[in-house]
Structure formats: C-alpha cells, structure tokens
C-alpha cells in the first residue's frame, strides 16, 4: 500500500485508535492500528476484541491495501510531526514513512492476522442526535462500578430502548444516575442493552456531537452493538447478564425535600470534606427551618460547620453522605438550583436539577451513611 | 508465661457434641457434594488417613464408614466468641489465630500459677461449650504451640523454664517456625533432622544452612523465644492460609476453601471492629511458584459474601488452568476502623 495525507489528520486518527489500544495485551498484533487505504480513504481501526474503534479520513492513495503498526510508537512519532504532507509506504512487515525530511520505518505485523470487524447481520436500529447521546453519557457512566470484581454488570450502563425513548442508567449500588431522552429514529417494541462504560465514553469523545449518530444491534444474539456518525464507527461486545432492578431503587414518593444553589453546595462540601477525615468522607446535613447545616469533623483535621439558604419542604432531617459521591453527582448538574428529596436518615435521596437539561431529565439516587 | 489454646479437632467435635450417636466414630465435616474437601477429621478418623483439605471422595475411598456432616459457620462463630470471651477472662493479652486457636499471656506467673490458669480455662470451655481444649504452656510462642500440638487431643502439657531444649531437641526440624516442607526436605539431606541438630550448630553452619536468619533460628531451636503475645498491634492485613496435604488442581476446590476462608477473616474482622478496602489471594503451586493477585473494593466491607467475590474474581485472574496448588490463602488489607457506613441498595 502506499498514500500521502495531511499529518494532523493521520495523527488524529492513530491518536483516538491508540486509547483503544490495551497496553498489557499478551497478542502482539492487538498492540497495533490498523491502516487500511482504500477507495481515496484510510481507515485506521484498533481493538481489544470487546472494543474497536474505526475512523476514515481522505488521502491519495496510489496503491491501495493494509498495514499494521505499533499503536502507541506510531502515535507519539506522529503527535511529533510538525504538520504538512505524509507519505506512508506499507507492507506485511514495513511501515516506511516520509514526511519534510525525516524518513522512519516502524517493524509490522502481516495485516491479514488482524481481526476481522464483525460481519453481523443486524438487529435493531435507532439514530439519536449527537448532543443528546453525549449529554446522557456524560450524566450517567460516571455512577458505574469501577470494581471488577463485582462483574461486569455493573461497570456497563443500561440502555433501555421503549419506542421513541431511551433511558440510561449506570449505579454501583451506593449510587444510581439516569437519564431519559427522545431518539429521533425509535425501534418498534423494547430492547435492554448493557453497554461496558468505557465504550460509551470513546463514543462521548470520538463521534461528532453536530452530528446524527446511528446505533445498530449486531449478530445473531444482538450481542454487539455499534455507533457510526460520519467517518468513525465504535463497536461493543455487550455485557451479558441481568442488571439489576433499578426502579425497585426509586422510592415512587418522598415526603421531604430541600432545593439549593448548586454551585453554593458544591463549594461547601467541597471545604467541608476537606475535615471530613477519610472514614468515608463523611459529612452530616441538618435540615430546619429553611436552612441547611452543613458539618464534618475529625480528630485529625478539626471541625467543618456551613450554613447554606435553601427551601425546605415537609419535617427537618438529618442525614450524613460521603461527600465524594454527593460532590460528584452535583459536578453532573447544570441548573443553578438542585433538589434533593428524602424519606429518612436512612433511606435513598433523589437529586435532579430543578432545570432539566434540554437533551433529557436527569434524575440521581444517593444512598446515605449510616451515622 | 505463655500459653497456646486450640480446641481438638473443633469442626468435627461440634458434629460430635450435637450428635451424641456419632461419638467413637470416624466423622469428616465436609460440604455435600463429592468434589468437596475435608474441613476437618475427628480423631477416629485420622488412623485411616483422612485429613483437612482431603478430597471427600478420596477420604470415603481410604474410609468406606466416614460419617460426614455439612459445616455449619454460624455455630462455629457462636462458640469462638464464648471461647475467647472466657480466654479474656484470664489473660493479659491474646492473640487469636483463627477461630479456635490462641496465644495467651498469663503475665508474670510461675509454671504453676500458668499451668493451673490453663487447666482452670480447659474448664471453663469444656462447661460452656462441652468441647476439649488442648493447651501447651512454656516461656515462649512456639514452645508453647508445639507442646498444645504434642498432647493433643484433650491435654495440657507445660513445658518448665530451662528445659525448652531438652524439650525441642527430639522434634522433627520442621516444627521451627519458618523451616517448610522444603526447607526440611533440603535440611535432611544435609543430616538436620531434629531440632537438636539445629541447636548444636555452630555459626558457620548456622549461617550455611540458614542465611542471615541463622541467629533467630538457632535461638528458637534453643528454646530462646522472646517474641511477645500481640494483642494490640495494629492490625494491618488479615489472612486465612491452608497447605494442602494433597496438591490440588480442581479450581472448584480451591473456590471452596476461599469460602471458608472468607468466612474466617470476616469473622476476624468483626471481631478486631475493622473493614477491608483490598481482597488478595496467594497461591503456591506445586513446583513452589507463588502467585499473588489483589483487588481494591470501592467500599470497606466485612461481609463474607463480597469478600468471596472479591477472592474468586483473584483466582480466576490467576489463570491456573488446572495446575496442581498445595496452598492457598486469603488475605485482606487496607483495614479501616469500624463497620462500614455506606449503606447499598444491591
């Protein structure tokens, strides 16, 4: 194979494959990108087998074919380059490349031992507007498991798919995080996907957010599934197993609640955690007369007090959360006020904007530390 | 003076207790199905081979009459806490080892004064809980470990200030602390065979055989062991560790041993009142290669359920692939205090 192309294009491309890329892959061709020069388009893929990504750009090909190089060497010779014009002359054990007056040769593997892309027939179809997708990823994933040995249920999030509408959620059991929206194009009846994370977050940072995203379920069993906007596709192997009952968690009613200035909340958490002590960042909330205390102690920091303005509806309470998870949930708001609604000291909290996001309605589940 | 405590054969004398038709029989407890191993033996059983860690099926095979009888943790956890509670009762300072088995310090005493506080606790647990309890007395840990181990079951052996060598002397090497099977294996083909030999050498021997640990090792097979009974050191990892007497490469095995064990350091959690954030599982394999995986938890916990998890998800990390393992241990680390707070809707 051999094309010339625009550096910064070339180096765009590689760079998003490389994140894909697992560094502690024991397959030496897992290690590389694939380069694919076909029809006046590279394509550069990568994978770890649960994941790939591909992305297209333009280039003047004048013979076209495939060649694999090391992701992360390739990248950063590439992140280097000044700009300008590159000439890259492949084959199964080269990559020669020529660019001003450098000339580098990078070892290859044969690209015929890459992996193959799926060649699924497809399931279900929907499209989604880009803005969309990226706000519900980015208001859900967060709320994932990070803990591998409690599976890989809980570290996907959830796709619920009914019609027109999509519900995300993502919960490590400590927290819940959800959000609805509207697709543009729906399916016709329902399907539950769940989706690893970190796919979810290359598709928030790889595909465009102008743009109409095209979701696909792939195989037999529906158990892949893809996102393709414009020039770049993700593919997943989903999850498989049963995610838990997240409605079960919501409690359908409260009978007490406080709205507040979010970013007045955030800055005192934030300062009251610093006291907090790390046996579960504790900070206690005392709710009464339409104000909110806020306080942390530690033997070996001292003593946190915040008093804040909110409304407050329905009895007084007291009740203490890691300030971490509440913080953290709270980052995820965009109205400048939140309400948080309660049962108990002991029972799950629910936190939303008091603004819902144009994209859909955030809604977040907290489950409290006992005192 | 310091004593050791273990209850004799605890498992399977709890079945016995329980079941007054199963004394004088040889009885195994063991999970039910065929592929589980033998937690432990009564002492009928033990002449025909049938050990902790013996598979089931081969332990039925070597013992065609065995009586075996489920394990049941809650009632074993029940007894530890009445066992101990009477232990504190008498004692300066105790270091529990497992659910039946301690070091306690009577304080400064003589060999009278301990031996009648050891048989007076023997008492006290044989009332409470109707089970013998065998204890070694002596000046030092091990002394007094391998006189509770040397009188079993149901016995009391002290062993008198300044006869701890003559005591050792005769004992196999591999009864120090420290020397392994291999080890031993290698410090007999050079003629160490006992204690005594350890005892008799002089430094460059010492120091051939046992490196920059020779002093300490000669010391302890000297009866010299000041090392002090620790009840109130912090606590910085807690582990729960079996040989096997077979090596074992069924990963199905290994999973229930990490099951009891789980159990075991989540009872030693709750009873120190700490939480682990890290799980990890060492395995040794039968060529003496070690392995050690370990996960970090989002939260503390002491639930024997998710430390299982945890510890399964390291075995299956390990990637064995059915190579034979003669021990496997459970560990948990990065210990907080207290129970943990954060309450969980799963």
């Excluded at chain 1, 990078?106 to 989604?128: C, N, R, V, W």
């Excluded at chain 1, 980052?331 to 996001?357: D, W, Y």
């Excluded at chain 2, 070597?62 to 101990?84: G, H, Q, W």
């Amino acid at each position: 194979m051999k094309f010339t192309c625009n550096t910064k294009e070339i180096a765009a491309a590689v760079g998003a494959a490389s994140k894909v890329v697992n560094a502690h892959t024991t397959v030496p061709i897992l290690s590389n990108v694939l380069l694919q020069a076909e029809d006046g388009k590279i394509a550069v893929r990568a994978t770890d087998l649960e994941l790939t990504l591909e992305h297209a750009f333009a280039a003047d090909i004048t013979e076209p074919g495939s060649v694999t190089v090391p992701a992360k060497l390739f990248s950063s010779y590439l992140g280097n380059l000044q700009g300008g014009r590159l000439e890259l002359n492949g084959t199964p054990t080269r990559a020669s490349v020529k660019c001003e007056r450098s000339n580098y040769d990078f070892h290859a593997l044969p690209p015929d031992e890459y992996p193959p892309l799926p060649q699924a027939t497809k399931g279900s179809h929907f499209t989604i507007g880009g803005k969309r997708l990226r706000e519900g990823i980015e208001a859900t994933i967060f709320a994932a498991s990070s803990e591998e040995a409690r599976g890989a249920v809980l570290m996907g999030t959830l796709l619920e798919l009914e019609g027109n509408s999509l519900t995300m959620v993502a919960t490590d059991g400590y927290r819940l995080a959800k959000f609805q929206t509207t697709l543009d194009d729906g399916i016709t009846g329902t399907e539950k996907y769940i989706v690893p994370s970190r796919a979810l977050a290359e598709a928030a940072r790889n595909l465009g957010s102008g743009e109409v995203i095209s979701v696909s379920a792939l195989g037999a069993q529906s158990n892949q599934l893809q996102f393709h906007s414009g020039d770049t596709a993700i593919t997943v192997r989903l999850v498989d197993g049963q995610y838990p009952n997240y409605q079960q968690v919501i409690p359908p009613k409260f009978d007490r609640s406080l709205t507040v200035n979010t970013a007045a909340f955030i800055g005192s958490l934030r300062r009251a955690e610093l006291v907090a002590g790390d046996r579960a960042s504790m900070v206690k909330l005392a709710v009464s007369n339409q104000t909110l205390i806020i306080t942390a102690s530690s033997d070996i920091s001292g003593n946190a007090y915040e008093e804040l303005e909110v409304e407050q509806t329905g009895e007084d309470l007291t009740i203490a959360f890691n300030a971490r998870y509440l913080v953290e949930v709270l980052n995820h708001i965009k109205s400048a006020q939140t309400v948080i609604e309660f049962l108990g000291p002991l029972s799950p909290a629910a936190i939303r904007p008091v603004e819902q996001p144009e994209g859909g309605q955030q809604l977040y589940v907290l489950m409290p530390l006992r005192q | 003076m310091i004593a050791h405590f273990d209850i004799d054969a605890f498992y399977a004398s709890v079945a016995i207790r329980d079941d007054p038709a199963l004394r004088g029989k040889p009885v195994a407890v063991a999970g039910s199905h065929r592929r589980s191993v033998v937690l432990t033996a009564s002492y009928e059983a033990r002449p025909f081979g049938v050990r902790s860690a013996l598979p089931l099926y081969r332990a039925l095979e070597a013992c065609p009459n065995l009586i075996v009888v489920p394990p049941t943790m809650s009632k074993y956890k029940d007894i530890s806490r009445e066992v101990f509670a009477i232990f504190a009762s008498r004692a300066h300072a105790i270091e529990g080892l497992s659910l039946d088995e301690a070091f306690i310090d009577f304080g400064p005493c003589s060999l009278g004064e301990a031996t009648s506080l050891a048989q007076t606790i023997r008492d006290e647990v044989l009332d409470a809980t109707g089970l013998t309890i065998s204890a070694g007395v002596a000046t030092g840990k091990m002394i007094a470990k391998i006189a509770s181990d040397a009188c079993k079951p149901n016995g009391l052996l002290a062993v008198a200030p300044g006869d701890e060598a003559a005591f050792l002397a005769p004992m196999p090497v591999g009864r120090i602390w420290g020397v392994g099977p291999k080890s031993q294996a290698r410090l007999e083909l050079a003629g160490i065979t006992t204690i005594g030999h350890v005892a008799a050498l002089d430094d460059a021997q010492a120091y051939r055989h046992f490196g920059s640990w020779a002093n300490q090792v000669r010391a302890l097979a000297r009866g010299i062991d000041n090392r002090p009974v620790e009840s109130d050191r912090e606590t910085k990892s807690i582990s729960s560790e079996e040989t096997f007497e077979y090596d074992v490469r069924e990963e199905r095995r290994l999973a229930e041993v990490l099951r009891a064990q789980a159990a075991e350091v989540a009872e030693k959690l709750e009873r120190e009142g700490l939480s682990a954030c890290s799980v990890g599982v060492k395995i040794k394999r039968a060529d003496f290669r070690t392995h050690g995986r370990q996960t970090h938890l989002a939260e503390p916990t002491r639930d024997a359920r998710r430390i299982l998890k945890a510890a399964l998800y390291c075995l299956r990390r390990a990637d064995l692939q059915g190579a034979p393992v003669r021990l496997i241990g459970l560990r948990v680390a990065s210990l907080v205090p207290g129970e943990p707070l954060q309450t969980s809707f799963l």
